[in-house]
Antibody
Framework: EVQLLESGGALVQPGGSLRLSCAAS????????MSWVRQAPGKGLEWVST????????YYADSVKGRFTISRDNSRNTLYLQMNSLRAEDTAIYYC????????????WGQGTLVSVSS | EILLTQSPATLSLSPGERATLSCRAS??????LAWYQQKPGQAPRLLIY???NRATGIPARFSGSGSGTDFTLTISSLEPEDFAVYYC??????????FGGGTKVEIK
């Protein structure tokens, strides 16, 4: 059974940093691209970032480019999102999502972790 | 960036009725469109990918159609558990991957 378990969400001040983690199990982790998708309170879904199975390719939304870094440790079956220079508009539930192969279709999602950026 | 517009924003229907949800893209996405269902307090769930392919475990009452810029998600007969928010998403031209704004299917 595929499981994705996010952690690391917290209340942080504007300008602060946070690292999210997503522990994966139930599938061959390094065979699949992984992504972060966020959802601001009461709003829709916004794609944040994607990393290839090998970790060699990364992609970012313009809204986070230069501030967020996606990475993965295939030996630990874990996905990360390093978030720097956080802004109030980054407040959201952050979901980790597995892609079908290398496509941009998300077939499994974690339960999400809440990031709140406020002073 | 490809923009996806979903309509209507809210659909008020009764159990047993047919639901028809629309997603229109700002440019052709071929058949690279997916649909997700999200219930309150839960993560999204993949329903349909590549316009018309049901994901694993998705009931046959859910069907998707369309290509190019116009897509439809149809729920043939609404069950109580189908009242939720539905999002479309394109993967034709990315980054960025983009989602529509959502359609809420509520109980009438």
């Amino acid at each position: 059974e595929v499981q994705l378990l996010e952690s690391g969400g917290a209340l942080v001040q504007p300008g602060g940093s946070l690292r999210l983690s997503c522990a994966a199990s139930g599938f061959t982790f390094n065979n699949y691209a992984m992504s972060w998708v966020r959802q601001a309170p009461g709003k829709g879904l916004e794609w944040v970032s994607t990393i290839s199975g090998s970790g060699g390719s990364t992609y970012y939304a313009d809204s986070v480019k230069g501030r967020f870094t996606i990475s993965r440790d295939n030996s630990r079956n874990t996905l990360y999102l390093q978030m720097n220079s956080l802004r109030a508009e980054d407040t959201a539930i952050y979901y980790c999502a597995k892609s079908i192969a290398a496509t941009g279709v998300f077939d499994y999602w974690g339960q999400g972790t809440l990031v709140s950026v406020s002073s | 960036e490809i923009l996806l517009t979903q309509s209507p924003a809210t659909l008020s229907l009764s159990p047993g009725e047919r639901a028809t949800l629309s997603c229109r893209a700002s440019q052709s996405v071929s058949s690279y469109l997916a649909w997700y269902q999200q219930k309150p307090g839960q993560a999204p769930r993949l329903l349909i990918y590549d316009a018309s392919n049901r994901a694993t475990g998705i009931p046959a009452r859910f069907s998707g159609s369309g290509s190019g810029t116009d897509f439809t998600l149809t729920i043939s007969s609404l069950e109580p558990e189908d009242f939720a928010v539905y999002y479309c998403q394109q993967r034709s031209d990315w980054p960025p991957l983009t989602f529509g704004g959502g359609t809420k299917v509520e109980i009438k």
